[in-house]
């Protein structure tokens, strides 16, 4: 660990550096919650001034940037950008309607179980950017309000990011950091993923799953959809069915050849986009690669790598081992307490604030607590508390995670406005649920 | 030549308070796609337009969102059920707000190239300083133009 005093003279007008830091941190955080300014523009901003304070140094900043992180990131964007555009979520969405032979609840269930599957192995926003469509075509084929479906959509896409290595961006930045596995997380985390999305789908059975009632007139109309014509492209759909199963393969044996997710994403999406304009003049390749390469949120990376800096410009001034001393003196230096804290801090945390500066910024937390519980292997349990807490917090509120703003804006240019207040009346209960499932999960297989 | 010079001098209008139905059938009636809504005093206010009702009656989700088409979807009877909700609605709140307004003085070219300019409306509407309806070129207008005289007349 660094030491503050080794900064001190750095750090301009001679400034305390931790409090420039905390100050830097903090300042940002905030006005990210404001959401007045865009995220990656802050975040930049802040990760300048952490080196123009003198609190890091360029080299400093640039090694604090979690490369595999932004790598797996950025390869499965691509592979995503070209399989959204094959109609293949439009056609597993209508297969799924269609399989319970419309009835209302049956559809529910089926468009929820399809995106939070998605949402396990592909961004969960695309996910729900590409099923929310096609579940408002078919409420107004059966004539119900779209409200419950999507509000499922909601829990489930986060749930299911929760399932694995890939799933969700705290996920992928923990399993980066502490060295786990896509083996790992779906040892450790996919079995309990099924049990918290049946108990939330109980929930939603008796908030709304009952008062939903079509005719058969309707339901015979939802089976009249044809998946078939959903896919637009099936060369490029098995071209992109062949690299989504290679990559998915790739990242579970990947522990075994010593390749980080990172290499696999990105070798990935470069076949992808080899194969995907195969055989098509120059310009045409040209075309369909800047096409893809438009479609990568570069907003989001960008996000990254400002809120890596941040946190690395905290993490030097010493204030995060602090943080984590203060935190341990609490829990008395128990496990058992420790991972309870950091499930239901994080839990909260992550309804309210971006889940993803806060996780950022728990992960050198968790880190300084090594020596206490007697070096990194001890810290597991601690690593699937956070990965649960963040990523089911995020069911909380709207403001929780990006894909419940995204449905909560295309629900509202639909004409189905979801509110802040009521979404949040049926959603925190909802969570605090999900968060109480984990938490027993997480004692009786790691803490007993 | 001026937008002054081509532009159509009788032109049907609406206004604010008129009802969407009714309108729809006078512009049915008279195949037109656009018109132009003024307020009392002969000012533009908008336009009414085809496309504009279309927009409204077509859900977003399916032209805003990721849908790149919808073959896949039967006929779930979406279009009339919407038509049908804005029917008894009055202009004012169907109606586009921001139309392309040109100045009498302005060349054909740059008419020419504001309809071009803008996807969704096929009427420049010439108006003189105090935004009062003098007239309206559609891109039709601008072909017969160019057709009859040959060649643009830089006078």
């Keep these: 660990m660094h030491n503050a005093e080794e900064h001190l003279s750095h750090v301009i007008f001679g400034w305390d550096p931790t409090w420039v830091a905390v100050t830097v941190l903090l300042l940002i955080y905030g006005i990210i919650m404001l959401e007045k300014f865009n995220r990656a523009v802050l975040s930049l901003l802040g990760a300048g001034l952490m080196i123009f304070c003198g609190v890091i140094t360029q080299k400093q900043a640039m090694a604090g940037i979690d490369f595999n992180t932004i790598g797996l990131l950025t390869g499965m964007m691509v592979i ?19 399989s319970v032979k419309g009835s209302p609840w049956g559809i529910l269930v089926m468009l929820s179980v399809v995106t939070a599957v998605f949402s396990a192995f592909l961004d969960n926003v695309t996910t729900v950017l590409l099923i929310a469509p096609v579940t408002l075509l078919i409420t107004e084929a059966l004539g119900v309000r779209p409200y419950p479906y999507l509000f499922a959509q909601i829990l489930a896409s986060n749930i299911g990011g929760t399932a694995t290595l890939i799933g969700d961006p705290p996920n992928i930045m ?13 040892v450790n985390l996919a079995p309990i993923t099924p049990v918290i999305f049946a108990v939330v789908l109980l929930c939603v059975w008796f908030m709304f799953g009952r008062d939903l009632h079509a005719s058969e007139e309707n339901k015979a109309l939802v089976m009249q959809f044809n998946e078939n014509e959903a896919i637009t492209n099936p060369q490029l759909l098995k071209k992109c069915l062949f690299v989504l199963f290679a990559v998915i393969a790739g990242f579970s044996v990947a522990h075994s050849f010593h390749l980080e997710p990172a290499s696999i994403a990105m070798f990935g999406a470069a076949v992808l986009l080899l194969l995907q304009s195969f055989g098509q003049s120059l310009h045409e390749k040209d075309h369909a690669y800047e096409g893809v390469m438009a479609e990568v949120e570069w907003t989001t990376i960008f996000f990254f790598v400002g809120l890596f800096i941040i946190v690395t410009g905290v993490e030097h001034t010493g204030v995060i081992a602090l943080l984590a001393q203060k935190t341990l003196s609490l829990t008395g230096g128990s496990m058992t307490a420790t991972a309870a804290a950091v499930l239901w801090v994080s839990a909260i945390a992550s309804a309210l604030i971006d889940n993803i500066p806060f996780v ?9 607590m090594a020596p206490t519980f007697g070096g990194e292997e001890a810290l597991v349990p601690l690593w699937w508390a956070l990965a649960l807490g963040a990523c089911l917090g995020g069911n909380g509120s709207l403001i929780g995670a990006s894909a419940n703003l995204i449905v909560a804006g295309f629900a509202q240019r639909a004409g189905y406005p979801i509110a802040f207040l009521e979404f949040l009346k049926h959603a925190f209960a909802l969570m605090l649920l999900t968060i109480l499932v984990a938490h027993a999960y997480l004692y009786f297989r790691y803490l007993v | 030549m001026k937008a002054e010079d081509i532009m159509v001098r009788e032109v049907e209008t609406v206004q604010l308070h008129e009802n969407v139905g009714d309108i729809l059938h006078r512009m049915r009636t008279l195949k037109y796609r656009t018109l132009p809504v003024i307020d009392e005093h002969g000012r533009v206010l908008g336009e009414f337009s085809t496309y504009k009702i279309l927009t409204t009656i077509v859900p977003s989700y399916i032209t805003s969102g990721d849908l790149d088409h919808v073959e896949f979807v039967p006929d779930i009877g979406v279009l009339k059920r919407r038509y049908n909700e804005i029917a008894s609605k009055i202009v004012a709140d169907i109606m586009n707000p921001s139309p392309i307004l040109v100045d009498e003085k302005s060349s054909v070219l740059s008419v020419a190239a504001e309809l071009l300019a803008s996807h969704h409306s096929s009427l420049a509407m010439v108006v ?28």
């Design chain 1, 174 to 186: 923990i399993g980066s950091a502490a060295h786990l596995s896509f083996y790992d997380f779906l």
């Design chain 2, 128 to 155: 003189s300083k105090d935004k009062h309806l003098k007239g309206v070129v559609a891109r039709s207008d601008i072909l017969c133009f160019v057709q009859e005289s040959g060649v643009e007349n830089r006078a």
């Design chain 1, 80 to 98: 995503v950008a070209i399989s959204q555009k094959t109609g293949m979520f439009q056609y597993v969405a209508i297969k799924a309607a269609k």
């Design chain 1, 360 to 368: 950022a910024t728990m992960i050198p937390l968790i880190q300084s």
